[in-house]
């Protein structure tokens, strides 16, 4: 029997979330090749069609969080991530900002909205995450959200490229990563307070470290299959037929 791990005071707990991000999918080889201007036009439009299911997703596990939270104050603050995807009255939000982005790298609307593009390993690999959502404690989904530690950082480095890299795709398309910064930044704060707080014991807080590895699986996962299908040339099912056969997320 395994020894249970000692309590960490607050910060070295905080240091040890932050660790993480050696992990982070922004070392993935699929986004190295983005940011180093590496990637064809098939393999970002891959990458922007695909991230598009986890984008809508997003709103729908932040509401499982305030579903399973009986707390009004913390409900209060998270419903604003909703409402930075969803949109509101004096802003559009975060999945039509995505979908300019999707227009601006030469995809239509129809075809990312219908999800035509979606790979089974992404689509499952968001499902799962979204499930965890929902079935979890609120604390314990809150703490999966923690890969926003390390996501100005990826927004930034595709600001900082991509123009220059890829001047095929239109400015007004990068509207997203310079909306993120500072809604990731604000998110931050709020999914670190509460994993500080309620993570006290020493298994809670190994609890947590796994709840941070299980989300930057999913990342990495998503970008697994995106290699397989636009830098390999190996889609799903590509050894019985050239056609798109996968689901499209038909409830099944």
């Known amino acids: 029997m395994s020894a249970i791990a000692s309590a960490m005071g607050r910060a070295e707990f905080e240091q040890a979330l932050r660790a993480k991000g050696q992990y982070y999918h922004i070392h993935h080889p699929y986004h190295k090749a983005m ?32 579903a399973n939270c009986p707390e009004a ?4 603050l998270w419903l604003q991530r909703v409402l930075d995807h969803d949109g509101h009255t004096d802003d559009e939000g975060g999945i039509e900002a995505w979908l300019s982005l999707a227009e601006a790298v030469g995809l239509s609307r129809e075809e990312v909205i219908d999800q035509r593009h979606v790979l ?8 799962a995450y979204l499930n965890f959502a929902r079935r979890a404690t609120w604390q314990e989904a809150a ?22 890299h890829y001047p095929w795709i239109r400015t007004e398309g990068y509207s997203y990563f310079r909306k993120r910064l500072s809604e990731a ?5 709020h999914g670190l307070s509460i ?26 996962t998503m970008l697994d299959a995106l290699t397989m299908a ?3 040339h190996t889609p799903p099912y590509h050894t019985v037929t050239e056609n798109q056969v996968y689901h499209r997320g038909l409830g099944l």
Not at 56 to 63: L, Q, V
Not at 73 to 76: D, G, I, K, L, N
Not at 143 to 164: G, K, M, V
Not at 197 to 212: N, S, V
Request: net charge neutral; aromatic share 12%; hydrophobic share 35%.
């Open 73 to 76: 104050s913390v409900r209060r």
């Open 230 to 232: 636009y830098v390999h």
């Open 185 to 189: 930044r604000r998110d931050v704060e």
């Open 35 to 66: 940011y180093g201007g590496q990637c064809t036009p098939e393999q970002i439009r891959g990458w922007v069609a695909n991230r598009f299911y986890y984008q809508i997703n997003i709103p729908r596990k932040d509401a499982a969080i305030m």
């Open 143 to 164: 703490c999966s959200s923690l890969t926003e530690l390390f996501a100005p950082e990826i927004h930034q480095s595709r600001l900082d490229s991509w123009p220059q």
């Open 195 to 220: 994993t500080l707080d309620y993570f006290r014991t020493g298994e809670e807080q190994q609890r947590a470290l796994e709840i941070l590895q299980f989300k930057l699986d999913i990342l990495w």
């Open 120 to 127: 089974p390993g992404v689509r499952f690999a968001v499902d």
